[in-house]
T-cell receptor, first 114, second 111 residues
């Protein structure tokens, strides 16, 4: 499968714990995006990378959230001291940084904080 | 970024043609119009993209009038499997553009 893959697909954690999600983009894609989606809403942008550089972060990304993309390949999103409000689907997407391209999304990681 | 407005929900029946219209009054000259489809518990999937007039692929057609202030996604002969949320996005496809999603249109196809 050469699409965007995310791991794990589901994560249940207790409030206050740290969690880390992984995203493997399509190999030749130099852009990688993280989104968060709650029920009934569209995906909300969190942050994006071009190669290994994190170019933009949303104000939604509190200091408990951190994302990395070492070597411009896979990316990780870590949430520290999780809160119940962090429960959501976390989506990763990748694309080529060129004109007229589409973003390819993974199937997401469903986080439930109990 | 141009703001988009689309219906929150639509209902249809199998075999019918469905047209979902998106308004984007302040679309910029270099903006493209892109539609995504999202099934429950999956990430959005690109359907179609256009700049002006009409674009057609194996899944849908996209109609864009001359003033480009709106666009219509047309799904021919829908089936139950077309039940999904459809998002209209407007933005340039170069530079630091970040795909930005609204609430989309929830389409339910009935037997």
């Amino acid at each position: 499968d050469t699409g965007v893959s995310q791991d794990p697909r589901h994560k249940i954690t207790k409030r206050g714990q740290n969690v880390t999600f992984r995203c493997d983009p399509i190999s030749e894609h130099n852009r990688l995006y993280w989104y968060r989606q709650t029920l009934g809403q569209g995906p909300e942008f969190l942050t994006y990378f071009q190669n290994e550089a994190q170019l933009e972060k949303s104000r939604l990304l509190s200091d408990r959230f951190s994302a990395e993309r070492p070597k411009g390949s896979f990316s990780t999103l870590e949430i520290q001291r999780t809160e119940q409000g962090d429960s959501a689907m976390y989506l990763c997407a990748s694309s080529l940084a060129s004109i007229n391209t589409e973003a390819f999304f993974g199937q997401g990681t469903r986080l439930t904080v109990v | 970024l141009a703001k988009t407005t689309q219906p929150i929900s639509m209902d249809s029946y199998e075999g019918q043609e469905v047209n979902i219209t998106c308004s984007h009054n302040n679309i910029a000259t270099n903006d493209y119009i892109t539609w995504y489809q999202q099934f429950p518990s999956q990430g959005p999937r690109f359907i179609i993209q256009g700049y002006k007039t009409k674009v057609t692929n194996e899944v849908a057609s996209l109609f864009i009038p001359a003033d480009r202030k709106s666009s219509t996604l047309s799904l021919p002969r829908v089936s139950l499997s077309d039940t999904a949320v459809y998002y209209c996005l407007v933005g340039p496809q170069e530079g630091s553009y970040i795909p930005t999603f609204g609430r989309g249109t929830s389409l339910i196809v009935h037997p």
